[in-house]
């Protein structure tokens, strides 16, 4: 089922209302165009403002009207390789070339660089537009701006930029930049091999420096669009193991050799997968690949771990994009399809479950929005410190500040965004199809396409599990390592819960002073154990003003995630379903109290989230060993054998 709308941008009330009020433009704008001071740029706020939307309504327009009517065509034909280069269907093609005429590949590069120096906010905006015509344009068209922020990044990180008065007049990558803004070229980021996926310290492809150049060679699978010619390798260089042994190399895929255009990197194959079938999936073989080194060696998981967070934000904006198609396809079928005398869209049931996608869509929108204003301002206020700090150091310091509140908030939100809009895009296709009914198994209303598509996004960029994990470790580490923090926390949240001005605030500081009781519990069980092991471990020997003097200046200020943590990582994934419930009920009050036409979403959200937060603390609470037994029968088992 095609969707009539002429434009994805223009349609969605909702997403208009976090373009224009959601994201901080005014710092945003300030921060991007140097002050308003570039020679070749908006003068002012509302100037910039309106480029912005015209670039929107233009994207929005191109996906409803040029994306969307090839979606069923491109997934049907899909891409395979041919020669050794993978190949593209026609519609495929077209769509390329027209994303290609409007500029969309330079949208956030600079201006001096070829692109149009718009805010990441409107980059990532722009794949929830194509994801909701196709993930798989959408998820291609990701690694060409994508890739070029990314070499700009590094190059700034390392120093190799130089700038003058806001604009960049050297830098590393400016030939390769400015191809992807023209819509030349892209690239890939490359990291998973055989039997190393989420393990990334269990890389075996090699980096070897050999007459002052650097040699790859391994194997590397499922690369998404890893025919392209920029790819981004993590390689290990170093002896030592894990992921400090880890180095990122810039590996051109084809290269000039003898005067001829030779493969440097050789794609041996392109996978056949559920749904993404537009975008290609590569193995990429490298024997001895030239390539160069990106930042210092042992660096590799550092800097990939940038481009891999922006990458989950982006995941999480496609995933509300497909999301928004399953909804829009569900609803306009419930509203035609009539049963028993009236719309399935009014039989209670139907109209229930239509209203929770509808809610969750919109919640998860408002967390993907405040998400991207943490993640643009303290990206572009750390590069503001490094190369025009202000003069005054008072204003230095307080940009310093919140530069680094801003960085752990990104840190904070961006797991919890990617795992509850993975997971919940999958649900709500489910959801769409079950609305469809038995057309919804029939190839011809395109509902299942939906579903397969969103299944691999639990999966790549970090599984959910993955994101999860990240969160809790840095919850938990934030709770022992500022135990006054937490606990002044917790009791301004149990405080406000009786004594918020509005039922809607008491009820979200209520599950917030939940999240904390709930964490209380989790840390009593990893003090015990660690307690435990200490006073086995020779604490038991100590005399008092010793224990005393251990217990202030090394038991909690020295843990090891993995040996310490696992009762808290045993519930991980409950933990950070409830940090995700408290995050975004509390945007979402946020907003309503400024907004009043928010109210109801608020509301709606808050009600259930409450419900939900008040079960899974219960689900931890009641928990026992029989996870930690199994594993140690398992273990048991493996040792005797």
Request: charged share 30%; with cysteine; proline share 3%.
């Amino acid at each position: 089922m095609a969707s009539d709308s002429s434009n994805f941008f223009r349609d969605n009330e909702d997403l208009l209302f976090q373009f224009e009020q959601g994201l901080k433009w005014e710092e945003i704008v300030e921060l991007t165009e140097n002050g308003y001071t570039l020679p070749d740029g908006p003068k002012n706020l509302d100037e910039a403002r309106g480029f912005y939307d015209e670039v929107m309504d233009a994207t929005g327009e191109f996906a409803a009207k040029e994306i969307a009517p090839r979606a069923a065509r491109i997934d049907a034909k899909g891409t395979h390789l041919e020669n050794g280069d993978v190949v593209f269907s026609e519609e495929l093609d077209a769509v390329f070339a027209g994303l290609k005429e409007l500029g969309l590949y330079g949208l956030s590069i600079p201006r001096e660089l070829g692109g149009s120096n718009c805010p990441m906010a409107l980059y990532f905006v722009a794949g929830e537009l194509m994801a909701r015509a196709d993930v798989s344009v959408m998820t291609h068209f990701s690694f060409h701006g994508g890739i070029a922020s990314a070499m700009q990044l590094y190059a700034d990180k390392e120093g190799s930029t130089v700038y003058e008065n806001g604009r960049i007049v050297k830098t590393r990558w400016e030939r390769e930049i400015a191809e992807i803004a023209a819509g030349e070229n892209f690239g890939c980021m490359v990291l998973t091999e055989p039997g190393a996926g989420s393990d990334l310290a269990a890389i075996r492809t090699t980096a070897e420096e050999r007459d002052g150049k650097w040699y790859l060679n391994g194997e590397k699978i499922f690369i998404t669009s890893g025919h392209g010619q920029y790819q981004f390798v993590l390689a290990k260089t170093e002896k030592e193991g894990g992921l400090k042994g880890l180095s990122l190399f810039l590996v051109p895929r084809r290269i000039e050799r003898d005067g001829k255009q030779v493969d440097n990197v050789v794609v041996t194959k392109v996978e056949e997968k559920l749904g993404h079938h537009g975008s290609a999936t590569c193995s990429l073989q490298y024997e001895d690949s030239v390539g160069e080194l990106v930042g210092k060696r042992g660096q590799g998981f550092e800097l990939m771990l940038l481009l891999m967070n922006s990458a989950r934000i982006g995941v999480g904006f496609e995933a509300i994009g497909n999301a928004e198609a399953a909804l829009r396809m569900a609803r306009d079928y419930a509203t035609e399809r009539v049963t028993m005398g009236k719309p399935i869209a009014q039989h209670e049931l139907v109209a229930e479950k239509l209203l929770d996608m509808e809610i969750w869509i919109r919640a998860m929108r408002a967390l993907a929005f405040e998400a991207v204003n943490a993640v643009e301002i303290s990206t572009k206020l750390e590069l503001k410190l490094r190369n025009d700090p202000p003069a005054d150091p008072d204003e230095k310091a307080r940009l310093e500040q919140r530069q680094k509140r801003l960085t752990r908030r990104a840190r904070r939100l961006t797991p919890l965004l990617k795992l509850i809009t993975s997971e919940k895009s999958v649900e709500i296709s489910r959801d769409a199809m079950q609305i469809f009914g038995g057309m919804g198994y029939i190839d011809e209303t395109g509902a299942h396409k939906l579903l397969r598509d969103a299944l691999v996004m639990p999966v790549y960029e970090g599984t959910t599990q993955i994101q999860a994990l990240m969160a809790t470790k840095d919850h938990l580490l934030w709770a022992v390592r500022d135990p006054g923090g937490f606990v002044r926390r917790a009791a301004r949240a149990r405080l406000l819960s009786r004594t918020a001005s509005t039922p809607l605030a008491r009820d979200v500081n209520r599950a917030d002073a939940i999240l904390h009781s709930t964490t209380e519990t989790i840390l009593l069980r990893i003090f015990g154990k660690k307690v435990r092991s200490e006073w086995e471990g020779g604490l038991r020997g100590k005399e008092p003003t010793q224990m005393g003097r251990y217990l202030a200046r090394q038991f909690l200020r020295q843990w090891d995630v993995k040996a310490d943590f696992s009762h808290g990582l045993l519930h991980a994934e409950r933990l950070a379903r409830i940090l995700t419930d408290v995050a975004i009920g509390k945007i979402l009050v946020r907003q309503a109290e400024r907004f009043p036409e928010r109210r109801q979403l608020a509301e709606r959200f808050v009600r259930k989230m409450l419900l939900r937060v008040e079960a899974t603390a219960r689900e931890i609470e009641a928990s026992d060993d029989s996870v930690f037994e199994s594993i140690a029968a398992q273990q048991e088992k493996a040792e005797t054998a």
